[in-house]
């Protein structure tokens, strides 16, 4: 479930049971994702029996029994070891994520679908230009996210650019401020994926973030998937 909670399809995952076993083990899997070149293995896990702490009550001349008042005896329990490979899973992220898209506009995009708790940038503040006001609103605005979140500040070149630089690092949020908002105080929240748009007011921004980012929220919209 922990593989699965990073979103990245039940179908890209499969269990691979092991023939040949240690001879203290009495079974053993490895779970394995599909890279772009073959399913590899990312997690190890072995049924140790009761190999280990009976060994050690055996040299140690020490009881390491459980009493289970269910079955009113004692006994040695199991060990069941895992071992996740770090690199492997470094992988297993960017290389899913990782997608070349073309538009219907028939330009092309670069996006790094990266699940939105593992971005490394939660949002980006874009003022539309650098003048009449906007860059000082947006400042003010990646000061109260920072509080939270970890938000990235980019006034360079067209909105249209920062958009495809944000998409090529996978951010998963960018907040547009432009002449409207100094009107109404509302701001433009584009989302990675979708590249849908929406308005919505600067006070609400922090949930808006929240809500894609933050692990209980990700975990409840996983389970609802």
Not at 93 to 109: D, G, K
Not at 171 to 190: K, M, S
Request: one cysteine or more; charged letters at 30%.
């Amino acid at each position: 479930k922990w593989h699965l909670s990073l979103g990245m399809g039940s179908e890209n995952y499969r269990f691979h049971d092991h023939e040949k076993l240690a001879h203290y083990a009495d079974a053993a899997a490895d779970i394995e994702f599909r890279f772009p070149f073959g399913f590899k293995e990312l997690e190890g896990i072995h049924s140790r029996t009761d190999f280990d702490l009976a060994s050690h009550e055996k040299y140690s001349g020490k009881k390491l029994q459980y009493f289970d008042p269910d079955r009113n005896e004692s006994y040695v329990p199991y060990v069941v070891e895992t071992s996740i490979g770090l690199d492997r899973m470094f992988l297993s992220v960017l290389s899913h994520a990782y997608q070349e898209e073309t538009l219907e506009n028939n330009s092309s995009r670069v996006v790094l679908k990266i699940p939105a708790v593992l971005a490394p940038i939660k949002a980006a503040v874009l003022p539309l230009v650098k003048k009449d006001g906007l860059p000082q609103i947006a400042q003010k605005i990646v000061e109260d996210l920072r509080w939270e979140f970890n938000v990235a500040y980019d006034e360079k070149d067209a909105v249209g650019r920062r958009y495809r630089r944000q998409d090529a690092v996978g951010t998963p949020l960018c907040i547009t401020v432009d002449h409207q908002t100094l009107e109404d105080e509302t701001v433009t929240v584009r989302y990675r994926d979708s590249m849908e748009q929406k308005r919505v007011g600067i006070p609400e921004l922090s949930q808006i973030v929240r809500s894609e980012v933050d692990m209980k929220h990700w975990l409840h919209k996983m389970d609802t998937v």
